[in-house]
């Protein structure tokens, strides 16, 4: 069953309470300096929620620009859900951070394909997108015009 927000420890509901309300995926240490304020100082107390968070699902890690967001999809609502990052990818604008989580079970069969054809066990699946969202997009093309 997907774990609740009541489950977790005092500082993984801060952790997660922050990057749910960040815009922008947050690198380790914005995350540190945004909790010093509530008391939580210590960086391992922090690493350690995180990696509770991920371990559950809830938050993951683009690991391209190091950062960690709070899990915006749908995935963790299945009952039974594997909290795996099968099927997960993110779209990362370089310009504004703004991130997407992708979740598309074509990708899974995709890569199961790819790994049978190169006879190569899969564990970990990652895709990150990097490029520019619409609006980043719209401006750029504005100021080269
Ligand atoms: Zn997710
Ligand atoms: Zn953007």
């Given at each position: 069953m997907p774990p609740r927000k009541?489950?977790?420890t005092p500082h993984c509901q801060k952790v997660l309470e922050l990057l749910t309300r960040s815009a922008k995926p947050m690198p380790a240490y914005d995350i540190l300096e945004s909790l010093r304020k509530f008391g939580i100082k210590a960086p391992p107390t922090v690493y350690r929620a995180l990696d509770t968070l991920m371990e559950k699902g809830l938050v993951h890690r683009i690991e391209s620009i190091n950062a960690f967001v709070a899990c915006h999809g749908e995935?963790?609502?299945?009952?039974?859900?594997?909290?795996?990052?099968?099927n997960t990818g993110f779209a990362v604008c370089?310009?504004?951070?703004?991130t997407v989580e992708i979740h598309d079970h074509r990708l899974c069969d995709v890569i199961a394909e790819l790994g049978k054809k190169l006879h190569f066990h899969v564990e970990r699946e990652m895709l990150e997108l990097m490029g520019l969202c619409e609006s980043c997009h719209a401006k750029q093309t504005v100021g080269h015009a």
């Open positions: 009541s489950e977790l995935h963790h609502d299945d009952a039974g859900h594997q909290h795996s990052h099968a370089r310009e504004c951070g703004t």
